[in-house]
């Protein structure tokens, strides 16, 4: 079998798709992984300034608001090269450059060119990102969904492994300019399936566009099978994501320096992310969406419960920070999986890349939205209150789900049906 072959999407289709997949999301998450994991601790080494590493979380920008162009994304395009191949490659090959041109600017003389060319970084893999998401879209049927999904929140563990350990270990010993030339040598070799192969063909029908013919951000986001999703998708996710970014400053207050909660990571919380990730996806195809979402709502909470506790005490050991880390990285791989499953199912079609780019933005923002409202509760009453306030909102959230649900089925009792005759006919 030559290498063409593994791509070929009759002989082997799921271990094609898988194969590629695992190539273009790795190829968005080594590089991010080494900003978002490496980059904070090589500047403090360097004594930087808490002010210059804080700005490095503007970088989320370019994936909180891909969507507002997301649109161009799916209507443009050069047939013969292929719908999505037209922007993943190229984009691709721009972040190899870009990451050759980051070996010339180390961030303790060049702080100002360095965190530009690592914004534009972001941007080209945000919009990368909106064709491997439509692309993956695209290609996967609804049996086959979860397990796209597993490989994309996968990707994001397995980038901070090596991205945030294995490089920042590099970095130590080769210094930052062959740090930044091992990465761009990285992602041009993990450019080349998408490259050597040819574009698979959508598995919906009528997905073959002209210029006109997409529907824009806000037009998908009015349709009635999104506007259903919406609020299934946030109410009982966003508090437990507010759950979970204030974990580490508690942490933090409670004696765990920065060095231990790093360690932690690397060694337990990022290893562990990556194996319940892999869980869930087989998880979720045996117990269903429904059951698979009560069963996170129900850890989520029993989490924060703890949490709570462990502020009452004023105290936290090692272990117990490191099974409540795991946990927490557990919970994030295991409920991008769900949601993006969900994504995936009311985005395929013609606007795949637009609507996947729209609700996964909108996954985002509305916790980054709260986060300063709940920072603000911390810091006038305390994580005690805190974590009491996140504990009633995800328990809310997560009844009023329900009732959402039962009231979906009452309207349209037919609705189980189709979902069980696509997956009858993705098999088949």
Same mark, same amino acid.
């Given at each position: ?30 590089? *991010?992984?080494?900003?978002?994991? =490496? ?81 534009? *970084? ?5 919009? #990368? ?8 879209? +695209? ?13 994309? =929140? ?19 010993? *080769? ?12 992602? *041009? ?21 002209? #210029? ?7 037009? !998908?986001?009015?349709?009635? =099978? ?26 933090? +207050? ?36 429904? =059951? ?70 909108? !996954? ?14 911390? +810091? ?28 979906? #089925? ?19």
């Amino acid at each position: 079998m030559n290498f063409f072959s593994m791509f070929h999407p009759v002989r082997h289709p799921i271990a094609a798709k898988a194969g590629l997949l695992i190539s273009m999301y790795m190829c968005q998450t080594l590089s *991010l992984g080494y900003v978002f994991g =490496s980059l904070p601790v090589i500047m403090r080494q360097q004594n930087m300034s808490l002010k210059s590493i804080g700005a490095l979380f503007l970088l989320h920008l370019p994936w909180a608001f891909k969507f507002l162009y997301a649109s161009w994304i799916d209507r443009l395009y050069i047939p013969s090269v292929g719908r999505r191949r037209s922007w993943i490659v190229p984009l691709q090959w721009l972040a190899a450059v870009i990451l050759l041109c980051l070996s010339q600017t180390p961030p303790e003389t060049h702080f100002n060119m360095m965190y530009l060319l690592v914004l534009l *970084l972001h941007i080209v893999m945000a919009t #990368n990102d909106i064709a491997v998401d439509g692309y993956a879209t +695209d290609i996967l049927y609804p049996h086959e969904r979860a397990w796209g999904n597993t490989i994309q =929140s996968g990707a994001r563990f397995a980038g901070m492994m090596l991205g945030g350990g294995l490089m920042l270990f590099l970095h130590t010993s *080769l210094g930052w300019q062959n740090v930044c030339f091992i990465l761009s040598c990285t992602v *041009l070799l993990l450019s080349l399936p998408a490259v050597l192969h040819r574009e698979l063909p959508p598995v919906t029908e009528d997905v073959t566009i002209r #210029n006109d013919e997409t529907m824009g951000t806000f037009s !998908f986001l009015k349709t009635p =099978s999104v506007q259903k999703l919406l609020p299934i998708l946030i109410l009982p996710t966003a508090f437990v994501f507010n759950s979970f970014q204030m974990r580490m400053p508690l942490f933090t +207050d409670l004696g765990l320096d920065s060095r231990v909660l790093g360690a932690i990571m690397m060694k337990w919380a990022y290893p562990a992310g990556l194996a319940g990730t892999i869980f869930s996806g087989w998880l979720l195809q045996r117990i269903g969406e429904k =059951s698979f979402l009560r069963l996170f709502s129900i850890t989520a909470l029993m989490l924060t419960a703890y949490t709570m506790l462990c502020a009452v005490e004023k105290k936290i050991g090692l272990e117990q920070a490191a099974v409540i880390l795991s946990l927490d990285n557990i919970l994030t791989g295991s409920i991008h999986v769900w949601a993006y499953t969900q994504i995936m199912s009311v985005s395929a079609g013609k606007q795949a890349g637009t609507g996947f780019a729209a609700l996964s933005s909108l !996954f985002i923002i509305v916790p980054l939205t709260f986060s300063p409202v709940f920072g603000a509760v911390g +810091d006038r009453w305390g994580f005690v209150t805190l974590y009491a306030t996140l504990g009633i909102l995800i328990l809310a959230g997560t009844v009023v789900t329900e009732q959402l649900r039962r009231r979906t #089925n009452k309207s349209d009792p037919s609705h189980s049906l189709i979902i069980h005759r696509e997956r009858r006919h993705g098999r088949q």
